[in-house]
């Protein structure tokens, strides 16, 4: 049996559990990296209706061979203008009344052209239910994202030969691209973040043209996408001479982040090791500088469950890859964050990303 067709029916396994008046006869699938968790295929535009005999992919005609050749599922290449068009010809003849969606995947447009081609079905929101299986990764899961945080991590060393002050932000983001689709990543995991001196401040800050000046901070933040699976590193440099007060608060994110690391075993609350990190901020006065979450899942997508926040309580467990990623920024001074992605193993965790997490001086 493929790992697919287990993922499967454990996702119809867990909808067996939905209470009697909501269980679906059937389960649509719409999320594009939900579809390929389940069935390998990688197109850009497919439905998948999961059932108790099996599962049903619906994509168009520009996919007819590699849907042959990446599911072991069965299909059925449609010409309607919109798959959800599609779908109802495929639910009625099986008499389904009861499907299962998922809100967060479906658009209201597209929930209103099911229920009015199909009367008398009822459509059942349940959230999540592939995003929880995919929380736990199987082993050759952790694999793919063990190749893509090498490749992201070797990029990085590359890049970093040809950093000197003077070349724009953008052109280091450039180079970091580069390196890693030399390495063999099939694309970035997200924009690469170059972010120098005060604009490292911004915690999502956009490469710019602006010039990367000696003497200030230079936030990176990167990620390989290989196998289809992610990886996400934080790293600070700088280019000259760091002053105390820059040394200092590089000190603080790191012991927040080794904390926060400490935390994370089976069994611990994503709640707990958002904690840790936030208290060792709090020590050193930087608490409120710390603005967004510690961490987030990472696999098929960059961001997945289980968050690692202040409200968001997940117990982890082992073969869950997250990031943790504490930060501090300073509009007047700049931002410092580190990040690594770390899988939960059976005692503990291991930290994937290999490289030293010192201030990068250069
Ligand atoms: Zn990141
Ligand atoms: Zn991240």
Redesign the pocket.
């Known amino acids: 049996m493929t790992e697919f067709r287990t993922r499967r029916e454990r996702l119809w396994e867990s909808l067996t559990q939905v209470d009697a008046n909501h269980r679906p006869h059937a389960y649509l699938v719409s999320g594009l990296a939900n579809i390929r968790y389940l069935t390998g295929f990688t197109g850009s535009n497919a439905l998948l209706l999961v059932h108790a005999g099996g599962a049903l992919l619906l994509t168009d005609p520009r996919y007819t061979t590699q849907s042959a050749q990446e599911t072991d599922c069965s299909r059925s290449i449609v010409r309607a203008k919109s798959l959800f068009q599609a779908a109802p010809g495929k639910i009625k003849p099986r008499g389904w009344k009861r499907i299962g969606f998922d809100p967060s995947h479906v658009a209201c447009a597209s929930l209103e052209v099911l229920r009015d081609a199909l009367p008398g079905v009822r459509f059942v929101p349940l959230e999540s239910q592939v995003e929880r299986l995919r929380m736990v990764k199987s082993a050759s899961e952790i694999e793919a994202i063990r190749r893509a945080v090498r490749i992201n991590s070797e990029a990085f060393d590359r890049a970093m030969e040809h950093l000197r002050p003077g070349i724009s932000e953008n052109c280091f983001a450039a180079e970091i691209d580069y390196q890693m689709r030399l390495l063999g990543a099939e694309r970035q995991a997200?924009e690469t973040?170059v972010a120098s001196g005060p604009r490292s401040a911004l915690v999502h800050a956009r490469p710019s043209g602006d010039p990367i000046l000696a003497n200030e901070l230079l936030l990176i933040?990167?990620?390989a996408h290989c196998g289809g699976y992610a990886s996400?590193?934080?790293r600070m440099a700088f280019p000259g001479q760091p002053d105390r007060k820059t040394k200092q608060h590089h000190a603080f994110v790191l012991e927040a982040q080794l904390a926060a690391l400490d935390a994370v075993k089976p069994g611990a609350s994503s709640v707990a090791v958002d904690r840790a990190a936030r208290q060792v901020l709090k020590r050193h006065g930087v608490g409120d500088a710390f603005v967004h979450s510690t961490g987030h899942g990472l696999g098929l997508e960059?961001h997945e469950p289980p968050r690692v926040a202040k409200k968001y309580r997940t117990r982890l467990e082992a073969g869950m890859v997250i990031?943790v990623?504490p930060g501090i920024y300073l509009p007047d001074f700049g931002g410092i964050r580190i990040?690594d992605t770390v899988v939960v193993t059976p005692h503990g965790c291991e930290v994937l990303t290999p490289t030293p997490k010192d201030l990068h001086v250069v």
Do not use: K, L, N
């Open positions: 997200f973040i933040d990167m990620g996400d590193m934080t960059v990031t990623e990040e």
